[in-house]
């Protein structure tokens, strides 16, 4: 399975490893999409292993590390899949065996591991549904459609991306429609990074310049305008993009990157993969530059802000819940439910002089009696204001 001596995977290498890990995974081995023979089986191992390959190879292009592959988290994710599932989901996919058009139940809720035959579904019925003429390949204005709205590819990154990667006839077969999509659900990602920034990358020198961040701006502010909306000037936009990825310095706090640039070596500056990966936002200018509703998001970011009504309050739930005085502590408690005979008070806990006797032990009438009788006893009150009764407690007392 090795490629050479220096422990590297091949892709067919992979492949093999994957069509032989199947029949070892309780998730996997019963589906009836992945028996040997079945049609879509091809598409789940490739499915599988463009993510080993995109995001672990190195940049040689020579194989999979087999060290880099066994400490990945993309092998313990498949290996995830070898879990047994409850007898109940068990069930469900025996009974699912029956359509073949439809992902069975107990592996829908896998659909977040992309190694779940869900998720190899949810990606293959996309690349169908953007394949509008049905030869099995994308066309630039088909991959333009990709992200059901959510998304909106600029011409000029989708004709720049068709320069960039491996096509056919200047088409996209699936397995780099997998890339795209590996790269596009892991943008923060180092590989995933380093896919985008070569579509980027026009002349191809490693770094990002004026020029070429304008190219692509254009259609961000075009795209923008074309859907209604009055965007910045696309010289602010250019500026915020290099202010994200270099950073402010304390010292020219007010100017820009660019400016900086001008002053302090009287060149404009530039933008490399390294600094993309280094700065944190490399993924946010990422969709600034080749996705216009990702522009839009970013530059109202602070109006789309929604809070979920739990997460919302939950932290002042818990500052309150900790400010709750000593005294009634104990009402927190967790109380089982009473039953029929009390309910229907045919029990003796619900007499009254069961319950007077409850509210006598109970830790905070105690000591609200003892400290009546204390007052009582020294100053020949027998019925003390409140007022005379609480100020003299003290969590010491309880």
Known sequence: MLEDGHGRLSEQALETFVSESIPRLARLRDHVHLQQGHSFLPFYVAHCVRKFCLLLEPKDKRGVPSETLLISAELAQLCALGEELPDTAAGLRRDSHSSEDTPPPSSLGDESNWFSLASAIRVYRHFLELDTDHDGMLTPDE???????????????????????HTYDGKLDYKGYLDFVIAHEHRSHPAALAYFFRSLDLHASGKLGVFEVNYFVRDIVQGLIDSGDEPPGLGTIVDEVFDLVKGRSHKSRGAGALERGRVVSGAMPTLSLTEFVRCGAGSIVMQMLIDVQGFWNWDNR?????????????????????????????????????????????????????????????????????????????????????????????????
């Open 143 to 165: 991959l333009a459609s990709y992200g059901d709205g959510l998304l909106s590819l600029t011409p000029a990154f989708v004709g720049r991306l068709f320069e960039a990667v």
């Open 302 to 398: 602070e109006s789309l802000i929604e809070y979920d009504d739990d997460d919302r309050y939950a932290k002042d739930e818990l500052e309150a819940a900790r400010r709750t005085t000593i005294l009634f502590s104990h009402a927190a408690h967790r109380r089982s439910a009473p039953s029929i005979a009390a309910l229907q008070g045919d029990s003796p806990e619900m007499s009254p002089l069961h319950e007077e006797r409850r509210l006598r032990a109970a830790r905070t009438i105690t000591t609200l009696l003892l400290r009546v009788q204390r007052l009582d006893h020294s100053q020949r009150n027998p019925t003390p204001a409140v007022s005379q009764v609480c100020p003299l407690m003290t969590s010491n007392d309880l």
